[in-house]
């Protein structure tokens, strides 16, 4: 499948925001997976980036970045880094994307690779997701591509409010919900949380997260 054709797919599959389908349509899957893995960037599913790591199922990643409802003019938290791919999408969609990786070799090459395909709105910190990034909080949107066992306090306090976040919760081994948490614009007020599907992501590691399995 290739990358218009899995736009196409994914309309089918009940994404409808035309910048998630437009950004999923420019970026080329291939670019963000290892060299032995290419032949299979165009499946609808998840693939091995090494250090135990997951690039997203492609309708995870559009499903994920359409709950956020991003018009443009937002300063987004990525927790996760990864291969970038996801990282990418963000910033075709919003102003500035603020992207955070604990695993060091990631982190590099996801940086390395973001460089090299011209994406310049994308700042980058290696170190404890679950901390977020205080010092550019706040925050009109977050993005947790990996999986805490509860919501992580930090993160929550870091997103403006009226703000959303969406983030994978649950056990490595059990049941995860991916959760939409909407900030109350209110003060007193507490965050509406949605549950919008079962899905299964790596670990949020690190002090803060679950420990590495």
């Given at each position: 499948?290739?990358?218009?054709?899995?736009?196409?797919?994914l309309?089918?599959?009940?994404?409808?925001?035309?910048?998630?389908?437009?950004?999923?349509?420019r970026?080329?899957?291939?670019?963000?997976?290892?060299?032995?893995?290419?032949?299979?960037a165009?499946?609808?599913a998840?693939?091995?980036?090494?250090?135990?790591?997951?690039?997203s199922?492609?309708?995870?990643?559009?499903?994920?970045?359409?709950?956020?409802?991003?018009?443009?003019?937002?300063?987004?938290?990525?927790?996760?880094?990864?291969?970038?791919?996801?990282?990418a999408?963000?910033?075709?969609?919003?102003?500035?994307?603020?992207?955070?990786e604990?695993?060091?070799?990631?982190?590099?090459s996801?940086?390395?690779?973001?460089h090299?395909?011209?994406?310049?709105?994308?700042?980058?910190?290696?170190?404890?997701?679950?901390?977020?990034?205080?010092?550019?909080?706040?925050?009109?949107?977050?993005?947790?591509?990996?999986a805490?066992?509860?919501?992580?306090?930090?993160?929550?306090?870091?997103?403006?409010?009226g703000?959303?976040?969406?983030?994978?919760?649950?056990?490595?081994?059990?049941?995860?919900?991916?959760?939409?948490?909407?900030?109350?614009?209110?003060?007193?007020?507490?965050?509406?949380?949605?549950s919008?599907?079962?899905?299964?992501?790596?670990?949020?590691?690190?002090?803060s997260g679950?420990?590495?399995?």
């Amino acid at each position: 499948m290739g990358d218009l054709e899995r736009a196409e797919y994914l309309f089918g599959q009940g994404i409808h925001d035309p910048r998630v389908l437009e950004g999923i349509g420019r970026l080329s899957r291939a670019e963000f997976v290892a060299e032995h893995s290419r032949s299979e960037a165009g499946v609808d599913a998840p693939l091995p980036i090494g250090h135990g790591q997951t690039i997203s199922q492609p309708y995870v990643v559009a499903f994920m970045t359409q709950a956020l409802r991003l018009e443009g003019h937002e300063r987004v938290l990525e927790i996760g880094t990864g291969s970038g791919y996801q990282t990418a999408l963000l910033s075709l969609l919003c102003r500035e994307v603020f992207t955070v990786e604990i695993i060091p070799e990631l982190a590099r090459s996801a940086r390395e690779r973001l460089h090299r395909l011209g994406f310049e709105n994308v700042y980058f910190r290696q170190g404890d997701g679950a901390e977020g990034w205080p010092e550019q909080a706040p925050f009109d949107a977050i993005m947790v591509t990996a999986a805490p066992a509860e919501v992580p306090a930090a993160l929550l306090s870091q997103l403006r409010r009226g703000g959303r976040m969406v983030v994978p919760v649950g056990p490595l081994e059990g049941a995860q919900q991916l959760l939409l948490i909407h900030r109350a614009k209110e003060v007193g007020h507490l965050p509406r949380v949605e549950s919008l599907l079962p899905v299964r992501f790596v670990p949020l590691t690190g002090p803060s997260g679950l420990p590495q399995p």
